[in-house]
């Protein structure tokens, strides 16, 4: 009999024994999957829609949720595809409309291959054992009973079926006992069918049966795929993951992995289980968002991920004025039917949608260190919405960033202590309002009676917040407090890893622990060769250590890894030709050119002077940081290029200015 296969790059689809090949190996690939793929190759780049592929795949099958079914099944054919949805060489979404095979195709007639001799031994031996009167038959190959021989795939709803009755004639020697047998399976077949269509008024509840749904206890939220065919909404898409994962860990009493963690995932298509693995958790929350005009429409599915099984799904259609309120209603939901619903927080205040989009374009900047951009966001949402508490938050944090950065003038910024009160005034219950005023009351005011006890306020409500153990874990280290530091730092890698992969690192760097900061730094470059702050980090490590061979080296690694060659060919040339002096001259010489066009911080310069020993330079761009109060002056005791001052007046009286207790 003629069969059909497909060819398309280096894979093979056989239609007919739905038989995926790639460069000859036979790759796995589920029932509903399988089928439309074919439906999808079969129609060699036209348009299937969504209620084309419902129909053929699940027809007049019940309790069905094909929306999430076909999502599903896309998802898994692309993984094993290796397709991306954005640069898609096979499957190409169509917004709103369904899926074409875009892929060159080619269409082989070929005849089917007759039985394996395995497989026609196997077939024989069966055979045998019926005739000659097996009272306990080998499992059917057809029949009446249940089929029940694996579990159900989450694309394929309805896998449990019926099967055709062919069996072979039963010799009378043994019919007695088996027609019992058979009776009693097909009762038996009968009584489970019945029992699941009633207990099941959907395939969402039926998955969620606490005697079936292996327990949840940590969870990760994947970014939501934007399905609004335009980027301009990625803001959007993102946000409302940030926020699904903000509500999630509120409302629930499950772990719940950091926005960081999961958000490095965003495009990856990779296994679920492999990311699960990777993220330490035993569930998944995946879906896609989509805004046209005043309507959006959510959907997210739940995933048990050892086994990548589906447990639940649900969308939401709502307009512009109710978006607000949506991660926090995904998000009680989920937790109820998990069984971790946490105490139920007061009820939420009114938010201007216009102020919430505001802050989430602010949001999205600001993590993508956009520092200005976001700030004027931020300042956008606080007009449109004066009383808006995490407006107030995000102004904080961009003030925070820039005076870190050097970016903005502290002699002309004092805002951000002020947005950081009034935002704690407008929410007490905000740990992000609480770590950015304690950041603030830390950097901008030099205050760190009340920025721990801020930032002692956010761990307390939110346990789980890593950002304000790495922030009190900074303060900690300037005040003598070391060891605790360390172990601050510890905690907040252990919640969110891949937030700072250079955290730890820079903590026993800044506690003059060279060894361990090298050791753990080199550990993490194993799994991540090319991260780019990890090599920054280890320039800093060896120039502190006195190693500046290697530091020069990881400098002109750092700048090729962000794609700044010329800028690297330099370094190399300059420390060829003059050593880590002639990078220090030529950093200074950058630097003013940068002070004739804009601000630069002193303290930028006094670090290359100390490097270089000119200690009257130095003090005098020490001074002229004080006077801005420059929160990097809050540092220079942790950097061994200023020990030659240590016994100069000028030196210790900045320091004794500042209110830092005394080092080294």
Avoid at 413 to 430: C, F, I, P
Wanted: glycine share 6%.
């Amino acid at each position: 009999m003629a069969v059909t296969v497909f060819k398309f790059g280096d894979f093979k689809l056989d239609s007919d024994r739905f038989e995926l090949y790639r460069a000859g190996r036979a790759l796995k690939l589920e029932r509903k999957p399988m089928e439309l793929l074919v439906l999808l190759a079969a129609k060699n780049g036209n348009l299937v829609t969504r209620t084309e592929i419902a129909e053929r795949l699940w027809g007049s099958e019940v309790f069905v949720d094909t929306e999430h079914g076909i999502n599903t099944a896309i998802r898994k054919i692309r993984e094993v595809l290796n397709d991306d949805p954005v640069q898609s060489r096979f499957v190409q979404t169509v917004t709103g409309k369904g899926y074409r095979f875009i892929g060159s195709i080619v269409e082989l007639p070929t005849e089917a291959p007759a039985p394996a001799a395995e497989e026609q031994t196997r077939v024989s031996a069966e055979n045998r054992s019926r005739r000659i009167g097996d009272t306990q038959p080998a499992p059917p190959s057809s029949g009446t009973t249940l089929v029940l021989d694996r579990a159900p795939d989450p694309a394929e709803p309805s896998s449990i079926g019926v099967v055709s009755p062919n069996e072979p004639e039963i010799p009378s020697s043994s019919s007695s006992r088996l027609r019992i047998w058979v009776a009693a399976s097909a009762a038996l077949a009968l009584l489970i069918v019945i029992a699941v269509s009633l207990g099941a008024r959907s395939l969402r509840n039926r998955s969620l049966n606490r005697a079936a749904t292996p327990k949840i206890t940590s969870l990760a939220v994947l970014p939501l795929d934007n399905l609004s065919g335009d980027p301009a909404q990625n803001y959007f898409a993102d946000g409302m993951t940030d926020e699904l994962t903000t509500m999630l860990a509120k409302n629930s009493t499950l772990r719940v992995v950091s926005r960081t963690s999961a958000m490095q995932y965003k495009g990856a298509h990779r296994p679920l289980p492999e990311i699960a693995r990777e993220l330490g958790v035993d569930g998944i929350l995946e879906g896609s968002i989509s805004r046209s005009g005043d309507k959006v429409h959510m959907t997210i599915q739940l995933i048990q991920a050892p086994t990548d099984t589906h447990l639940w799904a649900e969308s939401y259609d709502r307009n512009a004025n109710d978006v607000v309120t949506l991660p926090n209603e995904a998000a009680q939901t989920i937790a109820k039917r998990l069984g971790h619903s946490a105490i139920q927080p007061t009820l939420a205040r009114y938010v201007n949608p216009e102020a919430h989009d505001a802050y989430l374009r602010g949001r999205y900047l600001w993590f993508q260190g956009d520092n200005e951009p976001a700030g004027k966001y931020f300042r956008k949402a606080t007009e449109l919405q004066p009383d808006y508490a995490p407006g107030w938050a995000g102004l904080s944090m961009y003030y925070g960033q820039g005076l870190f950065n050097g970016e903005l003038d502290p002699k002309v910024s004092t805002a951000g202590v002020e947005a950081g009160r009034r935002a704690v005034a407008l929410d007490d219950s905000l740990p992000e309002a609480h770590l950015t005023l304690g950041a603030l009351l830390f950097i901008e005011a030099w205050d760190w009676v009340q920025a721990d006890r801020e930032i002692g306020r956010a761990i307390e409500l939110d346990p789980r917040y890593a950002e304000a153990y790495h922030f009190r874990s900074k303060m900690y280290n300037i005040l003598n407090r070391t060891d605790e530091g360390i172990q601050l730092e510890k905690k907040a890698m252990e919640l969110d890893p891949f937030e700072r992969p250079y955290g730890l690192a820079h903590t026993y760097n800044e506690a003059r622990q060279y060894d361990a900061a090298l050791n753990d730094a080199h550990q993490r470059l194993e799994s991540r060769p090319e991260d780019v702050s990890l090599h920054w980090m280890l320039c800093d490590i060896y120039r502190r250590k006195g190693d500046l061979k290697q530091a020069a080296q990881e400098w002109e690694t750092s700048e090729r890894l962000e794609g700044h060659n010329d800028t690297a060919a330099t370094i190399h040339g300059l420390f060829e030709k003059g050593g880590y002096k002639a990078l220090l001259l030529w950093r200074i010489s950058h630097f003013k050119q940068q002070a004739s066009k804009g601000y630069v911080s002193p303290i930028e310069f006094a670090r290359e002077y100390a490097q270089l020993g000119q200690k009257e330079q130095t003090l005098s761009f020490l001074e002229a940081a004080y006077r801005e109060h420059s929160p990097v002056l809050l540092w220079i005791q942790d950097d061994p290029a200023y020990d030659f001052l240590h016994s100069d007046e000028r030196y210790r009286s900045i320091i004794r200015g500042i209110g830092l207790p005394p080092k080294y």
